[in-house]
């Protein structure tokens, strides 16, 4: 069965930004979705712990060719990383300005996201059938060279919106009509 998992990135939740309205989108279509609640905070964000819950899923074979991820912020390069070490497939990654291998947004950022990098991204293509990277030019965390570079590395599609700084409710995204025609 057709099933999505939608992912909070760092110090974020389950209930911030469009995540709770784009869960509400796929539910009210039918479909299943699942938004874990990742741990947050330094000392307790971190890729083991992370993919800890994520394997739970996993686990209870939920995670299939048949799932559709979608990643906001850290969390694409987490589910890449997961994909990749956990040789699992599934049927479309959707991330939401994802970057690797990225230092410098400030000291609690990068020491809860330096665990999440990996060096072969290249090697999440595998992994998925298509693979969808939305991104802007005015992101404040994050260059905006560095979510091209993440795009150019992985993307079959790519969706750049300009200043649409981190596509988060910071940058008015309270919702996402974007994302809903790549779902």
């Not at 990068?110 to 939305?134: G, H, P, R, T, W």
Request: charged share 20%.
């Amino acid at each position: 069965m057709e099933n999505y998992f939608i992912i909070h990135g760092s110090f974020s939740s389950p209930y911030s930004n469009w995540i709770g309205w784009l869960h509400d989108f796929i539910e009210d279509n039918g479909k299943q979705v699942y938004v874990p609640d990742f741990p947050i905070g330094i000392g307790y964000q971190n890729y083991e712990n992370w993919s800890k819950l994520l394997k739970y899923y996993l686990d209870l074979r939920l995670i299939n060719e048949n799932t559709t991820i979608i990643g906001h912020s850290i969390a694409p390069v987490f589910i890449a990383k997961f994909l990749i070490q956990n040789k699992v497939k599934v049927k479309k990654l959707i991330f939401v300005c994802g970057f690797n291998n990225y230092l410098g947004i400030n000291k609690e950022y990068d020491a809860v996201n330096k665990s999440m990098y990996l060096d072969n991204l290249e090697n999440v293509k595998q992994y998925a059938k298509e693979i969808v990277c939305f991104y802007s030019n005015n992101d404040p965390y994050v260059k905006y060279e560095v979510e091209k570079d993440f795009a150019d590395k992985i993307a079959t599609k790519q969706v750049f919106i300009p200043n649409a700084g981190h596509i988060n409710s910071e940058s008015g995204y309270d919702t996402f009509e974007d994302i809903v025609g790549y779902l």
